[in-house]
Structure formats: structure tokens, C-alpha cells
């Protein structure tokens, strides 16, 4: 669990207060923006030079956010092919997200600037696999606040049969997409147009 010192020279958290943060905390951190239904205090008797209390709450937030690492590398002596299979292999250990942006090096030469996007915990792994599918010397990190939609997939019965449909919510925002490989599938069968056979599933909702 993530601690932290401060001035106050006696104990702020027992042993059993502790273990029951680490038992029931899934995450640490920021409280999040929330709607609370019922806050609740306990008082210490010890005299410090901040209120000696603590506070609970219990609340509904629409904020799904939490905290990634965002690894950066140049690179300027790859082939485009080894940096695509340096991204697969960061993918196919749990990265979220990889990408390339296209970058002037030193003396104008052209470059990548390679990003991953992980989990903190999956850091470590990360940097090792960029330093063995890559030729960078360094890695600078970054350590953000994401906030995410809710995210989850439904399934739409239509003309054509069942079609995944995902649909992403919350900040007063919903967004719905249908599944682009069951399209994709559907018009592949029928030999149609991928616009077409949304059009016709759009048509019958």
C-alpha cells in the first residue's frame, strides 16, 4: 500500500486499521467527485496539531478514472516492421494502448516517437519490454489521471441475426458503436456495403 510522512510524530493508522484498508481498498488515491449518502466520523482522544478524526463516505461517482504510466522512446533506426512487432508484443503483455507519432531527430534525421500506455503495476514489465524490442537507450515516463466512460457490450437481435453492440456512458454522455467485425461479417455474407447493412440496422431499431 502507498504511505506517506508527515509532522505528526505519533501513530496515525493501527496495525488492524491497516489490514482492513488493505482487505477492502481496491485502489488508492484521489477522492473522486461523488454523490454521498452518508458520511460518517470517528474522533481519537490524542491532542495533535490536526483534528485527530477520521471520515468515511459512502457515495455514487460516475468517475471510472484512474492512474496510468505513459512510456516514451525516440526511435530513429528501426525498420517499420520491427517497430510493429515491438507493438505487438507490448499489446499481447497488457499494455492499453501503443501508438506512433512521427518525430525530426537530431540533424533532421526522421524518427518515431513510440508511446505505451499501461497500468502501474505493469510499468516495470513495459520499460523491460521496450528496452528488448527496441533500440532506445531511455525511457521517459509520465504518471496521468485517465477518466473513462463505463463501457459494455450488448447484444442486438436484427434481420441479420445477433450483432454486438458497445455502449460507453456516464459525464452525462452515451455513445453506442456496433461491433465493426460483426458488420464486417454481415456484409462479407450478404455482399453488401459495410454502410449499407448499418443503414438497414439502423433503420429497424
Keep these: ?26 485502489r488508492f488515491g484521489d ?11 470517528g474522533m ?20 471510472s478514472g484512474d492512474t496510468i504510466a505513459e512510456l516514451c522512446c525516440n526511435l530513429d533506426d528501426m525498420t517499420a ?4 512487432f515491438a507493438e505487438e508484443q507490448l499489446f499481447a503483455a497488457g499494455a492499453l494502448d501503443v501508438y506512433t507519432v512521427s518525430a525530426q531527430m537530431k540533424k533532421s534525421r526522421p ?10 503495476e505493469d510499468r516495470d514489465a513495459m520499460v ?14 509520465n504518471i496521468s489521471r485517465r477518466h473513462r466512460l463505463s ?6 437481435q436484427t434481420d441479420f441475426g445477433a450483432v454486438r453492440k458497445k455502449v460507453s456512458t456516464g459525464y452525462g454522455v452515451t455513445r453506442e458503436k456496433y461491433e465493426y467485425e460483426d458488420i464486417a461479417s454481415i456484409a462479407k455474407a450478404r455482399g453488401l456495403s459495410l454502410e449499407e447493412v448499418m443503414a438497414h440496422i439502423s433503420k429497424r431499431k
Design 128 to 141: 523491460g519490454l521496450i528496452f528488448r524490442h527496441t533500440t532506445t537507450l531511455g525511457v521517459r515516463e
Design 151 to 156: 463501457r459494455a457490450v450488448e447484444s442486438v
Design 111 to 120: 524518427g518515431v516517437l513510440l508511446c505505451v500506455m499501461c497500468r502501474e
Design 1 to 26: 500500500m502507498p504511505i506517506y510522512g508527515g509532522g505528526i510524530k505519533s501513530e496515525l493508522c493501527t496495525p488492524t486499521g491497516a489490514a482492513l484498508l488493505k482487505h477492502f481498498a481496491t
Design 81 to 84: 516492421e520491427a517497430i510493429a
Design 44 to 63: 481519537g482522544k490524542k491532542d495533535f496539531t490536526a483534528a485527530n478524526c477520521v471520515r468515511a463516505l459512502i457515495g455514487d461517482t460516475e468517475d
Design 31 to 41: 477522492m473522486p467527485v461523488m454523490r454521498t449518502s452518508a458520511i460518517g466520523y
